[in-house]
């Protein structure tokens, strides 16, 4: 008795703590994230009423921010699972509530997101009519093609997908609000350059490592495992139609380098020259995306991973995918394979790049096994986000597959920028050796 009571004055004391630190003031919750990690850290379990108050805080910090530093105008970049989605419902909800005939447009990447996700957030929190009534949806791609019209809000799902033509749409309509949402912020001057084109300034920013210690995702560890291009195998098809010979990795990707370079070291090349650059940079981009090496290794990491626990696999291209899995997800595939692995059917799921934007995946996943790597830095963070829902005790397992002293290894250093160094574990493989991850 005495411990039961004990128990439940320690759980108010903590609750009250919670509610202290997360109340409203000059600090933001995420500038108080250690001290509410030291708090939760005495918690042996988290109840569902402080996580749901620490991510209600940091979502309404997130709205005040927007209107108050972005007039209602601007990106707000926060880690998947923080809920931005929630927030932008919540400005279609104060949009409504100001004007019954408010008419607002989400703007998404894929049609599967425009046909299906949001539909279901709005559903989520019991705002289906207001959809059905107020909402218009169109996909990325599209956007160009809307001309002249007046919205009340705009929300620019997954924004640092911003294009040229994404950009231009904000100047040729007439928009009163605009709230874009990233969990991926780009850092390349292009995309800045656009983003800023739309006025599109971004008004709040919560990391991952910072959304681990307020516990609204799961914390994880990544680990590198360290391969060389194939150096005495000849495997790699060169020369002509008419006389073809085979190469090794090593001396392919050293001629295509060779060639990139001295194209890239002339100042003064003409038009052609500049054309064969471009192209043979994206002949060896091509060429470490579909390398035999990496995809063995691939095999026996996958491989050696607990059988019982659930695995995502991130492959390069479709045939990548489905040379590794029997299940898999992609842009060719039905939904069959993910539905399965949503529900816990499947442990392992192989796919492409549909899987980095947009998909709740509802249970907890294990591993991530990252095969490849690519030029675009934020798509780590994205497929990272697949597997960090937060459960006591779990910590995602993040495998990246690396080809070292190759272009491989300046992709790996743009994509884990602003990562915690002290959660990164190099590990060369080697045939002969047991494999721990």
Known sequence: ??????????????????????????????????????VLSEMEDIPDEVANAIKTAVQKEAYADWVKWGNCWGLIAAATGAGKSKIAIDA??????????????????????????????????GLIRLYNK????????????????????????EAHNITESNSSFFRQNKIEKCIALSATPPSDSTKK?????????????????????????APYEITVVETRLESTKKTVPGGSKDKPFLNTEKNHYEYLTKTINSLMFNSNRTAQQNAALKFKTINRMHFIYNLESKLEVAKQV????????????????????EKLSPHVFH??????DLNRFKKGQIHELACVKSLNEGHNIP???????????????????????????????????????????????????????GLDSSKITRIRFRKEEELVI
């Open 1 to 38: 008795m005495i411990l039961a009571k004990a128990i439940v004055i320690f759980t108010k004391k903590i609750k009250m703590s919670i509610e202290e630190l997360i109340k409203p003031g000059l600090l933001s919750v995420q500038s108080k994230s250690d001290e509410i990690d030291a």
């Open 92 to 125: 279609a909800q104060d949009v409504v509530s100001a004007k019954k005939t408010a008419k607002i447009l989400v703007c998404v990447p894929t049609e599967k997101l425009r046909d299906e996700n949001w539909e279901d957030e709005f559903r989520k929190w």
């Open 134 to 157: 107020n909402v218009e949806r169109t996909c990325h791609v599209s956007m160009s093609k809307i001309v002249g019209q007046e919205f009340d809000l705009v929300i620019f799902d």
């Open 193 to 217: 350059f656009l983003l800023g084109e739309a006025n599109l300034k971004t008004v709040y920013t919560l990391s991952l490592d910072t959304a681990v210690k307020l516990r609204m995702v």
């Open 302 to 321: 996958i491989a050696r991973l607990p059988q019982d626990e659930r695995t995502l696999i991130f492959c390069a291209n479709i045939e990548q995918a």
């Open 331 to 336: 842009s060719k595939s039905s939904d069959e």
């Open 363 to 417: 249970i907890k996943v294990d591993n991530a096994v990252i095969v490849q790597l690519n030029s675009n830095d934020r798509n780590l963070i994205q497929r990272i986000g697949r597997i960090l829902r937060y459960k006591k005790g779990h910590v995602a397992k993040v495998i990246i597959i690396l080809c070292i002293d190759t272009v491989d290894e300046n992709w790996y250093i743009k994509a884990t920028a």
